[in-house]
């Protein structure tokens, strides 16, 4: 395969996604125009991500049914929502063409990770893919706070995004890195990443990030809980089989091969049916907005 075009950061909501977005743009890969990145108190170091692709993958799931809290179905159920999406390849491309207007790119939006195969069916094979792994029940604490959300419903949502991750990444270039290892030490995780995307052809920027860029973003105080497989088996018994399938594929992959995992439990279509697509979920200000008499304005924007 020739050399990615672009990246596509993925993983759970809560996930430090964002953290890890930034890194590869220091990279080289840029992110969207500016004028399209989404702004907002919600996180303190930045989204770095596209307002308008982010509104455009809403309307995808709500074509499926779906929101970014009631996702599609994993497995089997998957394609029959897929082929309600009424928004052609063409149409998103050029929408993806007008915020990304070079290469190489690197894009993040959770909501990417539940639309993988419409998104690689529409930017086509040249594409790379760094997955952020987070203890689920650091992601169900963490949603739990922003979105009042119980933590069964956490961590039914975390394992349903994992689910879909791992079985549409398929035959792709995935680098799979734990969000923990970003936090303690990003230098050594960005030039994981850097070996990663190199390895692949990928026309990268200088060896060096500008001094104090890389660990100078990424504060290890916005983890505000932390989370081990030990405390899984006590709090969470049932994510263990997607967790442990996760932190096996650890590492870089040049044709990603999904794991054998059994078919997703029943309880978790159960928990997440408690809280449908037409529900409006709760949204609290984090503290730094709080403190700084920010509020979160009418839109979407970062709001997951």
């Known amino acids: 395969m020739r050399s990615p075009r672009g990246v596509l950061v993925l993983g759970m909501h809560r996930s430090g996604t964002s953290a890890a977005t930034r890194l590869v743009n220091l990279l080289g890969p840029a992110t969207c125009v500016p004028g399209d990145m989404v702004r907002g108190p919600w996180n303190p170091s930045g989204h770095f991500e596209s307002r308008s692709l982010m509104h455009l993958n809403n309307s995808l799931l709500a ?35 007008r915020v990304h207007r070079g290469a190489p790119w690197v894009w993040k939006d959770p909501r990417t990770s539940v639309l993988v195969p419409f998104w690689r069916a529409t930017l086509g094979p040249r594409l790379a893919a760094v997955v952020v792994v987070r203890n689920p029940l650091e992601v169900a604490r963490s949603l739990e706070r922003r979105h009042d959300v119980p933590v069964p419903f956490g961590l039914a949502l975390w394992e349903r995004y994992s689910r879909l991750i791992l079985e549409h990444c398929a035959g792709m270039p995935v680098l799979v890195t734990r969000y923990g290892d970003l936090v303690a030490d990003p230098d050594a ?3 994981a990443a ?3 995307l190199a390895g692949l052809g990928m026309r990268l920027g200088p060896e060096s990030a500008p001094a104090g860029a890389v660990a100078g ?33 650890v590492g870089p992959s040049a044709s ?21 697509p ?20 009418s839109g979407t924007e970062g709001r997951a």
Do not use: K
């Not at 037409?278 to 979160?296: D, I, V």
């Open 189 to 191: 995780w960005s030039a």
């Open 256 to 276: 990603f091969v999904p794991p054998g995992l059994a078919a997703e439990p029943a309880e978790v279509a159960d928990e997440l049916a408690t809280i449908g």
């Open 217 to 249: 973003f990424v504060d290890p105080e916005l983890r505000h809980s932390t989370h081990s497989r030990a405390d899984l088996e006590t709090g969470a018994p049932g994510t263990l089989a997607v967790f442990d399938a996760l932190e096996a594929a």
């Open 278 to 297: 037409g529900a409006e979920l709760a949204w609290r200000p984090p503290p730094w907005a709080t403190e700084r008499g920010e509020a979160p304005s």
């Open 63 to 97: 074509q499926m049914g779906c929101t970014w809290w009631s996702p599609p179905p994993a497995g089997a159920g998957y394609g029959a929502a897929a082929n309600r999406i009424t928004t052609s390849r063409a149409q998103a491309r050029r929408a993806f063409r």
């Open 194 to 196: 850097r070996a990663f």
